[in-house]
């Protein structure tokens, strides 16, 4: 098997605040592989966003990276300069938000922006940086490209000015883009859109996808593989087929279970009861034990450890399954 675009290693983010430590990630783990599209998954607060920043190194104050690896084509980024960063940062792995309008300036005009990105990280004059935003322009479907790129942000809808940011990826020549809930901000008709394009472009481009949502529908439609976050940490990963139809840990069960069904048309949600820890104050155990429909008592002492529970690279840390695999 081919080395990892991308691998996480026990990755840990602080954020030291008036109120005390916020731990947002607890050592996350995960690899990516070329061409793949691999999902995160996790309630807001389960660090989902946090580990998408540390990738690009662009934690906000007052937060840290206090331990941990990252690893993108055999390097590791921690050990990396600002300077170094500057050119790996939007050139070789970009990030898209789930607001486009708060990505983009709205003093300049977005064929300004992705041809100032474009001269940032490829040796190519003006006149060739513009043909070629023309180019990204038209092939993440925006229609007048030359039109498009004499447009300010404001005059353009939530679902182009998307499609503009997905084009200064690719124009920068982006092996990585981290997709944070892209289509959130979208109405649905363009949310099919756009998660039909970057599957395109995926094939298309050769493009790897790091994609962060809450939305277990998504996934199952658009990923190879997946991780499902809380509290800051994996507790169950592998291939889509295994995490959603042979799921295992009761988190991710829950989060099923609150999926509306279209063929019984039940009438109310199932709920996972309680909410995410602050991060503030730790949980003793197995984090989730509070809202868990199937504590032991052993969940309450220690943190169970994420180990092999089905096929292949199927994961999931739960006490459930430690006698099975003992």
Request: aromatic fraction near 6%; charge should be negative; charged fraction near 20%.
């Amino acid at each position: 098997m081919n080395a990892p675009l991308l691998a996480i290693e026990d990755l840990h983010v602080h954020f030291n605040t008036y109120a005390g430590t916020v731990r947002a990630v607890n050592g996350v783990s995960f690899e990516i592989r070329s061409g793949e599209m691999f999902g995160l998954v996790g309630e807001s607060g389960c660090g989902k966003t946090v580990t998408g920043l540390a990738i690009m190194r662009a934690i906000p104050s007052p937060g840290r990276i206090m331990k941990g690896r990252i690893f993108f084509q055999g390097e590791d980024l921690i050990t990396k300069s600002e300077s170094e960063m500057r050119d790996i940062r939007g050139g070789r792995i970009a990030m898209i938000f789930q607001d486009p309008t708060a990505s983009l300036n709205p003093v300049f005009t977005a064929g300004y922006q992705i041809s100032l990105q474009i001269t940032q990280h490829r040796h190519v004059s003006k006149k060739e940086a513009k043909q070629l935003a023309f180019d990204m322009f038209s092939e993440v479907g925006l229609p007048h490209a030359k039109s498009i790129y004499n447009t300010y942000p404001h005059e353009l809808s939530g679902g182009m000015q998307q499609r503009v940011m997905i084009a200064m990826a690719l124009a920068s020549g982006a092996e990585l883009l981290i997709a944070d809930e892209p289509t959130t901000a979208l109405d649905v008709t363009i949310q099919a859109q756009i998660l039909a394009l970057l599957s395109q472009l995926r094939e298309s481009e050769g493009l790897t996808i790091l994609l962060i949502t809450h939305d277990l529908g998504v996934v199952a439609e658009t990923c190879d593989r997946v991780a499902v976050t809380y509290d800051g940490h994996i507790v169950e990963s592998g291939t889509v087929d295994d995490v959603l139809y042979q799921t295992k840990h009761p988190y991710t069960q829950g989060l099923l279970a609150a999926l509306p069904d279209t063929v019984r048309h039940k009438q109310s949600l199932e709920v996972i009861k309680g909410s995410v820890p602050d991060g503030l104050h730790s949980v003793s155990g197995c984090s989730f034990h509070p809202r868990c429909p199937k504590v032991m008592d052993i969940c309450l002492d220690q943190p169970p450890s994420l180990i092999i529970v089905g096929e292949k690279e199927h994961s999931a840390s739960c006490y459930l399954y430690m006698e099975e695999t003992a």
